[in-house]
């Protein structure tokens, strides 16, 4: 283990070297690059280098306990135990960091929400969900862009699109993806009773071209006009996009942006990253087929997590973890949530392994 994390120092430090090479330098495209692997490895390094110090400092222990001097020899029989209680911690550390990451985790994303069951309700609740995922954007520094949305006409949404740019922004939303569900008494609601209603959630890694291939040929574009607020040219020009790619049968269609070019545009981006999202899934199935994963990113039809307004709780059911401040994390505080789920993954992961 020891000959690998020299290794991956020892790149590190080459990748810091190239990034004050002049001739590097002068190449921006070149620049990014190193900087991504660089960025890639920096807390691996990090604990590489405390783990093979401690190791040192565990081998000059143990020389001391082979020699003749009482007085060194005392002080490494006090100093060794707990000198190997942080080796261990540092190894189990560098076990999680050593895990393959998904090579999708730092793309951007695309979030489709729907209203399930219950309703009126339902679109509120994809209302609320979208609030928490803006806010959670924020906090992240992330950019937030609406793509398309139907809404009702009390607040909610029946659908709604939206794409999130950030680092690292798949591999932490991606634990998003699958059934919400919300327990609360609906504003609709005069008797005052508990109604259960539910949202999907789709989380789709942002594809580039390089890794879609859309033929043009396997394509139907329709325009319409489109509804609802966005400005002079609703309703007066054919600005909405509707494609329909025809080897699968996806549909997806796109009317907040400004003009037609940019409706086909950003459906095209949807288009491309359902079907980057659709062969991660069929991967992840015949995955699944060999070892059952604790966290499941791909199966949408999955009830992942509860929200309980007369409790002011959430539940997520993958992991059996409850938290007791839906109010704050509706306003977009799902870190711990995220940490909870990506520490389960990645001790599943280690166990696979």
């Known amino acids: 283990m020891i000959n690998k994390l020299k290794q991956i120092v020892n790149r590190f430090e080459e990748l810091e070297k190239l990034l004050i090479d002049p001739e590097i330098l002068s190449d921006n495209a070149k620049v990014i690059e190193i900087s991504k692997e660089r960025s890639s490895l920096e807390d ?26 009482e007085e060194l020899k005392e002080i490494a029989k006090d100093d060794l135990p707990n000198t190997e209680l942080e080796l261990q911690k540092c190894e189990e550390m560098l076990k999680v960091l050593l895990i393959p990451k ?19 309700e339902a679109a509120l609740f994809v209302s609320d969900l979208f609030r928490m995922y803006s806010r959670f954007a924020e906090r992240s520094n992330w950019q937030f862009h609406v793509m398309n949305a139907n809404g009702t006409g009390i607040g909610g949404f029946k659908e709604i699109v939206f794409s999130i740019a950030g680092k ?11 059934v919400h569900r919300v327990q609360r008494v ?26 879609i291939d859309i033929k043009n040929e396997d394509l139907k574009i329709d325009t319409y006009r489109a509804s609802g607020a966005g400005g002079q040219h609703v309703n007066k020009t054919e600005s909405a996009i509707r494609i329909t790619h025809l080897p699968t049968g996806l549909v997806v269609t796109c009317q907040d942006e400004s003009s037609q070019h940019k409706n086909r545009a950003a459906a095209l981006k949807v288009l491309r990253s359902r079907m980057l999202a659709a062969e991660e899934e069929r991967i992840a199935s015949e995955r699944a087929k060999e070892r059952k994963t604790l966290v499941s990113t791909g199966d949408r039809s999955a009830k992942i997590r509860t929200y309980n307004f007369p409790q002011g709780r959430i539940t997520d059911h993958r992991i059996n973890y409850t938290a007791y401040h839906l109010e704050a994390m509706l ?16 001790q599943e992961s280690l166990k696979g392994e």
């Open 44 to 69: 691996v390094v990090n604990q590489s280098r405390e783990y093979i110090a401690l190791k040192e400092q565990i081998e000059e222990y143990q020389e001391i306990l082979d020699s003749d001097d």
């Open 102 to 120: 998904n090579p999708n985790d730092d793309k951007n994303i695309i979030v489709e929400m729907r209203a399930g069951t219950g309703g009126d």
């Open 168 to 178: 690292g922004a798949y591999g932490k939303m991606k634990y998003e993806s699958g």
């Open 186 to 211: 609906p504003k609709t609601e005069a008797s005052g009773r508990v109604h259960t209603s539910a949202a999907t959630v789709a989380v789709l890694p942002e594809a580039e071209e390089a890794d």
């Open 331 to 346: 306003d977009g505080d799902i870190s711990e949530m995220i940490d909870q789920l990506r520490i389960a993954e990645q």
